[in-house]
């Protein structure tokens, strides 16, 4: 009895090992899933609006105008990846784990309630009834949906990235992520205020501008994610992705 009670006493006096500890044990994959979580939202982040434009034929109004193109299944695929591996995303705070859970949510919100088709253009590769093309609801709980997850994305930016890992050294290159972080989180605030400002001042719209703006939200979101994801490229067998990081790590 005397062993069993001195064996647990020294499994409770342990530490729990940090993120270099972690970023080094390249065998352990709930290491390995736990960096490769972040880079893979940050890649389909960063890939969503490239993919949509090359596969999805003439250029659309916004990014949510693909649903009826032939880029349909790419929207809704990537769109469920993230919400699943924002939901089951686990981070370092609590505030993390609540934007990811709510970003997830919203994800596929947008997924299952599509924008009304007016303003599509081309002829259309998805059809669904028509009463859900054009439904006023649907429409509010899309762009609902949208803005919220637009919002999660510039605060995991503006807030939770610049926060250290558990016992994550606060050194020049971390000071300099951190930079990066805050331009990701400007640029995607100033996106969403300009979607929602050319939406309520319509004569100042011009052609693709929520579009343009959808994008430059997404490519921010995607590079702060890939970033932040980006530990273990330090001891990757590529040199190229050393070579990348080597400044910021």
């Not at 606060?170 to 805050?182: G, I, L, P, T």
């Amino acid at each position: 009895m005397g062993d069993i009670c001195c064996y647990y006493l020294k499994i409770l006096s342990m530490e729990m090992p940090n993120i270099q500890q972690l970023a080094a044990e390249k065998t352990d994959s709930t290491t390995i899933s736990y960096f490769l979580l972040r880079q893979l939202i940050g890649i389909l982040g960063i890939l969503l609006p490239f993919a949509l434009m090359i596969f999805g034929g003439r250029l659309q109004p916004s990014l949510s105008h693909y649903y009826y193109s032939f880029s349909h299944t790419i929207f809704i695929g990537t769109l469920a990846s993230l919400s699943t591996f924002l939901i089951t995303y686990k981070g370092e705070y609590r505030i993390e784990n609540w934007l990811a859970n709510i970003a997830g949510v919203c994800a596929a919100g947008v997924a299952i309630f599509p924008t009304n088709v007016k303003g599509f253009i081309g002829a259309k590769f998805i059809s669904i009834p028509i009463s859900a093309e054009s439904s006023h609801l649907a429409n509010v709980l899309h762009y609902g949906f949208a803005t919220v997850l637009f919002i999660c994305f510039a605060l995991f930016c503006a807030v939770v990235f610049q926060k250290p890992d558990r016992n994550e050294i606060v050194d020049d290159k971390k000071r300099m992520r951190n930079r990066v972080y805050r331009i990701c989180a400007y640029i995607m605030i100033f996106s969403i205020l300009a979607i929602a400002f050319l939406s309520i001042f319509k004569n100042l719209d011009f052609p693709y501008s929520t579009l343009i703006f959808e994008s430059t939200t997404l490519l921010p979101f995607g590079i702060s994610w890939l970033l932040k994801g980006s530990y273990n490229w330090t001891y990757s067998k590529y040199d190229i992705l050393k070579i990348l990081i080597k400044p910021l790590r």
